[in-house]
C-alpha cells in the first residue's frame, strides 16, 4: 500500500480584539512607492508596521488582531487570502471550551494524543482563548448550530472530552472569507494578493525585516519592508492528492535559511481519502457510525485501538490500513451502511449542506453512481502536509528577532485532531498579532540588507536562465515514489528510512541545479520542489535519529514501544556554518508542566 467584541468571559485576562476603523488609502498613503536610483530601481517597496505572510486562518487573525493594537498591517497571500489553501478547504469545526467544560481534562486529552510531546502551556492557552474567539467570530456575523439556545457540538476524533462546534450552514471557507472581510474593515490592512513571497529580507544586523515576493499575476518584484513579521503559511507538504496539491508552506523553510529553528521534523498528517473522489469524513463518518473494513469484510480497528476503535487517531487508522494491506487484507473501506438516516441526515447538514463538498458529492453520484453515505467504497492512505513547524514560544516569537510564526507555520502539535487546527490557528494568529505589533511599537525601522535582497533574487530567478534542464513536476513525481511507500512514512523501519535518504540526497544531488523554468509559474514550482528535497531530507534524517514508537503519531517497527526514558523529547533543526543541517534535541519541560505519563 502507497500514500495516496469584548463579551463576558469565564476567564480573567485573556486578550480582546479591537477593531480600528479607519480609510484605507489614508493609512497607506505614503507606505508603497519605489526605492530610490543606487539602492535598485527593480524593486516595488510595501512599508508597513507589521508583515504577515499567509491568508488563511493564521494570518487573518494575525492581521485583525495587530490592526486591533493599532498597527498598519500588510498581509501577503500568493493566491486570494481567505479563498484559497488549507483553511478554505477544511471542514468548519473548532475545538471550543464552553463554560461549563473542564480545562484540565481538555487539555489532558489533547496532551495525552500528542504522545506527551506537546506544549502543554500553548494547549492550555488555545483553550484558554477559544470561547472568546467563537464570541468574536458571532459578533462578525458567524453563527454556530445551536438547539434551544444550547450550542450543539460533536466529541472530537481520539478524544475523550474536548467539543467541536461547527458553523451553521457554513464551511471554513465562508469562516475565513468572512475574517478577510473584518480585517480590511479595520482600514489598518491591506492585503495583496497574487505575490509569492520566497525569501525573508534581513536588516544589516540580523534582524529580519521584511521578505521578498514576485506578482504572480504581474511582473513586480516586490520589496515587503515591515518592522516585524509574522510567517503564517503552512508547514509544506509533497503534492500527496488534490486538497494538498497547492499545501507547499515555504514559510518554515525560508526562515530555516535565514537562521531559526525548526521543531517536530519526523512528524507527518497522513489522512485517509476516498481512492477516486476527494471528500472530507474521515473523522466525523465514524463519529456517527461508519466504521473501517478491511477486503475480507473484517472490522479491524478494534485490534490496533480497544478504547477509540474506528475513532481512533488519524495516524494510528492508517498504519492500520497499511498492516491490512501488507497482510492481504485490501482494499481498505468504509462501511457506511450501519449507519443511520438520523445520522446520514446529521452528515449532511454538517457537511454536504453547503460549501464545497455537495459538488464532491454529486461528482460521485455523476461519474461513478454511488453515494459515499449509502455506498461502501474504498479508502486509501494520502499524505496531507509536514507537521513541523517553527520553534515558537507562547506569544509565537521565534527563535530570531522581528520574526513571529502562526497557523501551520509554527509547531501546533503533532495529532490532527478533528477541530485542533482550526482552534490553534486563531490562537496563534491572535496572539502572534498582538505580539508582533507590541514588538513593532517598540521597535525603529531598520535598513534592509540590499545586496541579500539582491542576492536572493538571483537565487530564485536562476532556473529561467536555463535554455535546458529538468521539470520540477518531474522532480517532484520521482520524490513521491522514493517517499509514498508504506514502510517510509508509515510503518517506518531503519532499512527503508535509510534507503528513501539515499534515494532523497540523490535526487537532490541530480536536480536542484538543474531544474529549469520557462515562466514565472513554473519558477515558483521550481522553488517549491527545492524546498520539498530539503523537507524530505530533514524528515528522514529525524525519523532515524527518534528510535521509539509514539503510539498515534509516530511508529518505527524496529523500535515498536515508547521509550520515555530517553525520548520525551523534541528534535530541532537548524542550519550549520558550512549550510548543513544540524541537530539536537530538547527534553519535554515536564518540570513547570502539569500533566505527564505515568511512567
Request: net charge neutral; charged share 25%.
Amino acid at each position: 500500500m502507497c500514500i495516496r467584541s469584548e463579551n463576558q468571559s469565564p476567564w480573567p485576562g485573556s486578550c480582546v480584539h479591537v477593531l480600528c476603523p479607519g480609510p484605507q488609502d489614508q493609512v497607506f498613503r505614503h507606505a508603497t512607492g519605489r526605492l530610490v536610483s543606487g539602492q535598485s530601481d527593480r524593486w516595488q517597496i510595501v512599508q508597513s508596521d507589521v508583515l504577515v505572510i499567509g491568508g488563511g486562518f493564521g494570518g487573518l487573525w494575525s492581521a485583525i488582531r495587530a490592526a486591533g493594537c493599532g498597527s498598519t498591517v500588510t498581509l501577503v497571500d500568493r493566491s486570494f487570502a481567505g479563498k484559497s489553501g488549507h483553511s478554505f478547504f477544511a471542514g468548519g469545526a473548532m475545538m471550543v471550551l464552553l463554560p461549563e467544560d473542564d480545562l484540565d481534562e481538555c487539555i489532558r486529552d489533547i496532551v495525552a494524543g500528542n504522545g506527551w510531546l506537546i506544549d502543554q502551556e500553548m494547549v492550555e492557552e488555545v483553550f484558554k482563548g477559544s470561547f472568546y474567539r467563537l464570541k468574536d467570530l458571532e459578533s462578525f456575523g458567524m453563527s454556530f448550530r445551536k438547539s434551544g439556545g444550547t450550542y450543539l457540538w460533536t466529541r472530537a476524533r481520539g478524544t475523550m472530552k474536548v467539543k467541536n462546534l461547527w458553523p451553521a450552514n457554513a464551511t471554513a471557507g465562508d469562516e475565513v472569507t468572512l475574517l478577510r472581510k473584518i480585517a480590511l474593515s479595520t482600514g489598518l490592512v491591506r492585503i495583496i494578493d497574487h505575490a509569492f513571497i520566497y525569501d525573508l529580507a534581513k536588516a544589516s544586523d540580523g534582524t529580519i525585516a521584511g521578505a521578498l515576493g514576485a506578482g504572480v499575476q504581474n511582473p513586480e518584484n516586490y520589496l515587503f519592508k515591515a518592522k516585524g513579521v509574522i510567517l503564517a503559511t503552512n508547514s509544506g507538504g509533497y503534492r500527496g492528492h488534490h486538497l494538498a496539491s497547492e499545501l507547499q508552506g515555504l514559510g518554515p523553510f525560508m526562515a530555516f535559511d535565514a537562521g531559526a529553528k525548526i521543531k517536530n521534523p519526523e512528524f507527518h498528517y497522513i489522512n485517509m481519502r476516498p481512492a477516486k473522489h476527494e471528500i472530507e469524513g474521515s473523522g466525523i463518518l465514524p463519529a456517527i457510525g461508519a466504521r473501517w473494513v478491511n477486503g475480507k469484510g473484517e472490522h479491524f480497528m478494534e485490534q490496533y485501538d480497544p478504547l477509540f476503535k474506528d475513532r481512533a487517531p488519524v495516524l494510528k487508522i492508517v498504519q492500520a490500513a497499511a498492516r491490512e494491506a501488507r497482510a492481504g487484507k485490501a482494499p481498505i473501506s468504509m462501511d457506511v451502511e450501519g449507519i443511520t438516516e438520523e445520522e446520514r441526515e446529521k452528515f449532511r447538514t454538517l457537511q454536504v449542506s453547503h460549501g464545497w463538498m455537495p459538488l464532491l458529492f454529486e461528482k460521485c453520484a455523476r461519474e461513478e453512481g454511488y453515494d459515499p453515505l449509502r455506498n461502501n467504497i474504498e479508502w486509501k492512505p494520502a499524505y496531507e502536509c509536514n507537521k513541523l513547524g517553527l520553534l515558537a514560544d507562547a506569544q509565537c516569537r521565534t527563535s530570531l528577532k522581528g520574526l513571529f510564526a502562526a497557523g501551520m507555520a509554527r509547531t501546533l502539535g503533532i495529532n490532527p485532531f478533528t477541530g485542533w487546527s482550526i482552534a490553534a490557528c486563531t490562537w496563534s494568529g491572535y496572539t502572534a498579532g498582538e505580539s508582533c505589533s507590541r514588538y513593532a511599537s517598540a521597535n525603529d525601522w531598520k535598513s534592509i540588507d540590499f545586496a541579500g535582497a539582491e542576492e536572493s533574487r538571483s537565487r530564485f530567478m536562476n532556473p529561467l536562465g536555463r535554455e535546458r534542464g529538468l521539470d520540477p513536476d518531474k522532480v517532484v513525481h520521482d520524490l513521491q515514489k522514493i517517499l509514498f511507500p508504506a514502510d517510509v512514512l508509515i510503518l517506518m523501519k531503519e532499512g527503508s528510512l535509510n534507503k528513501a535518504l539515499d534515494g532523497v540526497l540523490a535526487l537532490k544531488e541530480e536536480s536542484l541545479s538543474r531544474m529549469a523554468a520557462a515562466d514565472l509559474r513554473t519558477l515558483i514550482k521550481a522553488r517549491e520542489t527545492a524546498t520539498m528535497l530539503l523537507s524530505a531530507e530533514m524528515t528522514l534524517k529525524a525519523s532515524l535519529m527518534r528510535r521509539e514508537s509514539r503510539d498515534g503519531i509516530f511508529f518505527r517497527e524496529d523500535f515498536p514501544e515508547p521509550d520515555n526514558a530517553n525520548w520525551l523529547k523534541w528534535i530541532l533543526v537548524e542550519k550549520g556554518e558550512k549550510g548543513e543541517m544540524k541537530f539536537s534535541t530538547e527534553d519535554v519541560p515536564f518540570a513547570r508542566y502539569r500533566f505527564r505519563p505515568s511512567s
